[in-house]
């Protein structure tokens, strides 16, 4: 019951929705209108405040913090847990951006010190791909595809807090699906192809420079709309 207060607020948070700043509902009526009791929404305010969502000012209130300059681990977790239909533009920009980062970090790792089984089992996981393209239309099967793709290269990299950091938002799927809808399956697939091929010729920083470049030529493409 407590995990429904703190997701009602965390999407209306990082939507948007509710700003920094803004003062939110008393506990009782927060209580009374999602018909829970009082202590459940006290904990669910303690634990958003935790996240740096909420600043708890005794006397006066509850208010919204910006967790942009104020967020901790525990919000990075709760952004993973929520935020994959809430998200506004520029915060989700902004997780892909991080991505790229780790993901371009871990490609220069893996050209340099990758084995010839690494680069065979990246090949065959883009190989799946390709098969599924003529077998199916779901694009969210085909994303999932994509994204085990790029996930393994992190995983293969060596560093284990990349794969960490990028499996605790291994679950927000949109920008993976508006991915392949943009550069089209057939699009995605050779894209992986360029990448694995960098890869295997020790070229991590042109695969790194890459990924990069196509992120920037998505946003050039669609700049009215996020993912």
């Known amino acids: 019951i407590k995990e429904n207060v703190v997701a009602r607020f965390a999407r209306d948070i ?22 829970v009791s009082r202590s459940v929404v006290h904990l669910a305010i303690e634990q958003m405040a935790s996240m740096k969502l909420i600043e708890m000012r005794p006397r006066v209130g509850n208010f919204v913090c910006d967790y942009r300059k104020n967020g901790n681990f525990a919000t990075m977790m709760m952004i993973a847990r929520y935020g994959d239909s809430a998200m506004d533009m520029d915060m989700t920009y902004a997780l ?29 996981l883009n190989e799946e791909l390709r098969i599924r393209i003529s077998e199916t239309d779901d694009l969210t099967e085909l994303a999932e595809y994509s994204r085990r793709f790029h996930l393994e290269i992190v995983r293969r990299c060596g560093n284990p807090f990349y794969n960490m950091i990028l499996n605790s938002f291994s679950e927000i799927y949109l920008p993976w699906i508006k991915c392949i809808e943009h ?31 196509i992120f920037e030529r998505y ?9």
Not at 22 to 32: N, T
Not at 219 to 227: L, M, R
């Open 14 to 35: 990082l939507s948007g929705n509710l700003q920094a700043g803004d003062k939110l509902p008393g506990e009782r009526e927060i209580a009374e209108e999602m018909n």
């Open 96 to 124: 892909v951006e991080l991505r790229n980062t780790i993901e371009g970090a871990a490609m220069r790792q893996l050209a340099e010190n990758g084995t010839s089984e690494d680069f065979s089992f990246l090949r065959k």
């Open 183 to 213: 550069w089209t399956p057939m699009g995605i697939y050779e894209q992986n192809e360029r990448i694995s091929d960098l890869l295997e010729l020790g070229k991590g920083d042109e695969a790194a420079s890459y990924i990069s470049k």
């Open 219 to 227: 946003k050039a493409e669609n700049p009215d709309e996020a993912f």
